[in-house]
T-cell receptor, first 113, second 110 residues
Framework: GEEVAQTPKHLVRGEGQKAKLYCAPIKGHSYVFWYQQVLKNEFKFLISFQNENVFDETGMPKERFSAKCLPNSPCSLEIQATKLEDSAVYFC???????????FGAGTRLSVL | RKEVEQDPGPFNVPEGATVAFNCTYS??????FFWYRQDCRKEPKLLMSVYSSGNEDGRFTAQLNRASQYISLLIRDSKLSDSATYLC???????????FGKGTTLSVSS
């Protein structure tokens, strides 16, 4: 597609439940990035992929968070056993090649109650 | 020290004003620099890339000073529609994550 598509727009989970977010990059973009934005505009990088391979996972929490980009499927970010502090907007971005401009999806707002 | 630092503002200016935002970054190896704009917690949208030679796009001018590790954005003749949060963004090594400043909030009033 012509834009990064993220689903769902909003997700509400009780503490301890699983949350799964999806991202379809712009067609032809090989790189996918996940960011977490909490209050006060703090963006935190989580993980990036080059096609289906993990490119950089230095921002991923060691526990509960996992992500995949499989061929012919949207990329996904999964949080097992959500906690209150996981409440945030999760943005996905894609780019054509390393160092190129990253284009963002509209985000998924996760609320953990 | 934060990797990318910005004055959070808010900057409250009248229509037609000129306003300047500044940003500093800590990693001298940074290669790419951008200003993104974010409206009301929507997705960040690229405003412009920033080059050492300086670049201009209509009312917007961006400048990079690598020696001082300093990035600026100048907005001339502010419009109501310029009200947003402006994010100073740095890309480290090619292909790596974007590093965001906390953003500077601009409010333009009539």
């Amino acid at each position: 597609g012509e834009e990064v598509a993220q689903t769902p727009k909003h997700l509400v989970r009780g503490e301890g439940q699983k949350a799964k977010l999806y991202c379809a990059p712009i067609k032809g973009h090989s790189y996918v990035f996940w960011y977490q934005q909490v209050l006060k505009n703090e963006f935190k990088f989580l993980i990036s992929f080059q096609n289906e391979n993990v490119f950089d996972e230095t921002g991923m929490p060691k526990e509960r968070f996992s992500a995949k980009c499989l061929p012919n499927s949207p990329c996904s970010l999964e949080i097992q056993a959500t906690k209150l502090e996981d409440s945030a907007v999760y943005f996905c971005a894609s780019s054509q090649s390393p160092g190129n401009i990253q284009y963002f999806g509209a985000g998924t707002r996760l609320s953990v109650l | 020290r934060k990797e990318v630092e910005q004055d959070p503002g808010p900057f409250n200016v009248p229509e037609g004003a000129t306003v300047a935002f500044n940003c500093t970054y800590s990693n001298s190896a940074s290669q790419s620099f951008f200003w993104y704009r974010q409206d009301c917690r929507k997705e960040p949208k690229l405003l412009m890339s920033v080059y050492s030679s300086g670049n201009e796009d209509g009312r917007f001018t961006a400048q990079l000073n690598r020696a001082s590790q300093y990035i600026s954005l100048l907005i001339r003749d502010s419009k109501l529609s310029d009200s947003a949060t402006y994010l100073c963004v740095v890309n480290g090594q090619a292909g790596t994550a974007l590093i965001f400043g906390k953003g500077t909030t601009l409010s333009v009033s009539s």
